[in-house]
């Protein structure tokens, strides 16, 4: 695929945004990291090191990571981790890691004289645990739990006597979509939002003793996300559901009651509408990738695209966007400005410039730069050839075929062309025998000879 083509499908998509602002597309690399597919996982401090760690529940256990290392591993409960959260629930400022499985239960742990030790009664449930919360619903420091199944059946236990205790659950036959907690009245205790699949939305409150319904509204059609953040600086959180009728509504604690602040029509393409911070409010879509916005009283403005195929969520972790798959695949996300990107040969920064292009989330180079920097020579124009000696290297750009004299190479990416000009992928160069390694923190490319075809 020409990057002329993709300039031009991005121009057409910049335009149908002008009504709404000047959308940026924004540059990014993405970092595979392999060790979490497939995984659950969550992001909290719970080494006390002041920085998140990763926590993530694969199979029957839950690993606990930095920089890219298992530090302390949890295990011996019962069944396939499906929910993970994290969360102080004995006001001691230490967070408890929250397990959920697929039998139905859900397990906490504690870390006691460093070792991971489970604490509180182990819930049955009875249905797979798919959403974990921790919050403080009556304002005393001690954290509660929210809970929601895959049926999706919703409780709410409140830490009672250094017990959990279950206060609320959902009606039978009323199944609950999302569930969320947040201080709405700036009382200091935490409110419950709820939704049913279609057209409801309720508030739960810690009221004179009492957890009950203190609030509902009837939007219309299916609820296709749900919000409860801080959409405007300094204001109270707001909720803010998106309905299958393409409407947008959001309400406030006026000081007397929770207000209608927002109702217009605007049409999300993705289903996953969250807060994320650096970006604001992102509405995550399989088709067409992260989209930020900016809010206003009676419409949505773009603020960036990120433009990935396949993105299920993300999980913010030390301010770096983990970008969660729909294969199970997980990929760190970088801003990157393609111009500040320096790129070292065999130690080396090279004298001259080589061409450089951000595409999809990989770094591409030009190929004529290319075979400069390395010594080679370049010919041909339809078929590329690299040549060494009598030793050949062959890019097809038409075909997408890579070449060793006339044996073909694995190899899955684009090649990129350009004003006449080829770039082709750093993963080629990996091929050719040469180590690449990417910098994220300098923005230097290294490119080191260790083994060679000629």
């Known amino acids: ?31 595979e990291q392999p060790y979490l597919h497939n995984s659950i996982i969550t992001a909290a401090d719970v080494l006390d090191t002041g920085a998140d760690q990763i926590i993530a529940g694969l199979g029957s256990e839950v690993k606990i990571y930095d920089q890219e290392q298992v530090l302390e591993t949890i295990s011996g409960f019962s069944g396939v981790v499906t929910a993970v959260a994290a969360g102080d629930l004995t006001g001691d400022f230490r967070p408890e890691i929250l397990i959920g499985t697929d039998k139905g239960s859900y397990y906490i742990y504690q870390k006691v004289q460093g070792k991971w030790q489970q604490v509180f009664e182990q819930r049955y449930l009875w249905t797979p645990v ?3 919360e921790v919050c403080d619903i009556t304002g005393n420091g001690w954290g509660d739990v929210i809970v929601r199944t895959a049926r999706g059946e919703a409780f709410v236990y409140l830490s009672w006597d250094g017990k959990l205790e279950l206060f609320w659950r959902s009606q039978p036959n009323a199944a609950v979509k999302y569930i969320q907690a947040a201080d709405l009245t700036g009382s200091g205790r935490d409110d419950v939002v709820f939704t049913h699949n279609s057209g409801y939305v309720g508030v739960l409150s810690w009221q004179e003793g009492q957890f009950e319904l203190v609030w509902q509204n009837f939007p219309w059609g299916t609820i296709d996300s749900l919000v409860v953040a801080e959409l405007q600086s300094g204001q109270l959180p707001e909720i803010m559901v998106v309905t299958g009728q393409n409407i947008v509504y959001t309400w406030r604690w006026n000081g007397e009651t929770i207000a209608t602040q927002r109702h217009f029509p605007y049409e999300l393409e993705g289903n996953v509408t969250k807060i994320v911070p650096g970006l604001g409010l992102v509405n995550i879509s399989t088709a067409s990738g992260i989209t930020s916005y900016s809010i206003g009283a ?31 695949r997980y990929y760190t996300l970088y801003d990157v400005d393609p111009e500040q990107i320096r790129i070292f040969v065999n130690n080396k920064a090279t004298n001259k410039p080589i061409g450089l292009q951000v595409y999809s989330g990989k770094i591409y180079l030009d190929v004529d730069g290319l075979a400069s920097a390395l010594g080679l020579i370049r010919f041909g124009t339809k078929r590329i050839f690299l ?38 992928p750093i993963s080629l160069i990996s091929l050719m025998g040469y180590d690449v390694d990417f910098d994220y923190s300098t923005s230097e490319l290294r490119i080191t000879k260790s083994w060679g075809w000629w």
Do not use: H
Not at 6 to 24: D, E, P, T
Not at 305 to 326: A, C, F, H, K, Q
């Open 298 to 328: 009676s419409s949505l403005s773009v603020r960036s695209v990120y433009p990935l195929s396949g993105v299920r969520d993300i999980v913010m972790v030390n301010d770096t966007m983990l970008i969660e798959e729909t294969s199970g």
């Open 1 to 31: 695929m020409s990057i002329k083509r993709c300039g031009l499908l991005l121009v057409i998509l910049l335009i149908s945004f002008a009504a709404n602002s000047a959308a940026v597309q924004a540059e990014y690399l993405l970092a």
């Open 387 to 424: 040549i060494k000696g009598l030793d050949y290297f062959v890019i097809d750009p038409e075909e997408g075929a890579v070449l060793w004299r006339n044996t073909p190479l694995p190899f899955a990416d684009q090649i990129l062309t350009q004003d006449g000009k080829t770039y082709i």
């Open 130 to 132: 798919v959403y974990l």
